[in-house]
């Protein structure tokens, strides 16, 4: 049973900082795209942050560039996020996602495995 597990969610004050962590289980994520995500209650879930299989290429919102760095260690199938300088309008809940690449690992494609989140808080 293919399975993602996120850790390192809490709450903070902004300007503070979090590690977010996604394990997967069953299976490889050598070939995926990785990801994270946030929603916030009545928002739609945006795309963060995403990440090609070999960790080459990266890809941040708008919002969190220079902020949060993404990364990947795919001998622990283990995809990271760091998230520095936070910001009140970063809370939400944080979830991992992945999907097989296809031409880049953009949001623009279904991510289709996703893990049950972690909740970050950013107090002003």
């Known amino acids: 049973q293919v399975q993602l597990v996120e850790s390192g969610g809490g709450s903070v004050q902004a300007g503070g900082s979090l590690r977010l962590s996604c394990v997967a289980s069953g299976y490889s994520i050598g070939s995926k795209c990785m990801g994270w995500f946030r929603q916030a209650p009545g928002k739609e879930r945006e795309g963060v942050a995403t990440i090609s299989p070999g960790g080459s290429r990266t890809y941040y919102a708008d919002s969190v560039k220079g902020r949060f760095t993404i990364s990947r260690d795919n001998a622990k199938n283990t995809v990271y996020l760091q998230m520095n300088s936070l910001k009140p309008e970063d809370t939400g809940m944080y979830y991992c996602?992945?999907?097989?690449?296809?031409?880049?690992?953009?949001?623009?494609?279904?991510?289709?495995?996703w893990g049950q989140g972690t909740q970050v808080t950013v107090s002003s």
């Open positions: 996602a992945a999907r097989t690449y296809y031409r880049s690992c953009s949001v623009s494609f279904e991510y289709d495995t």
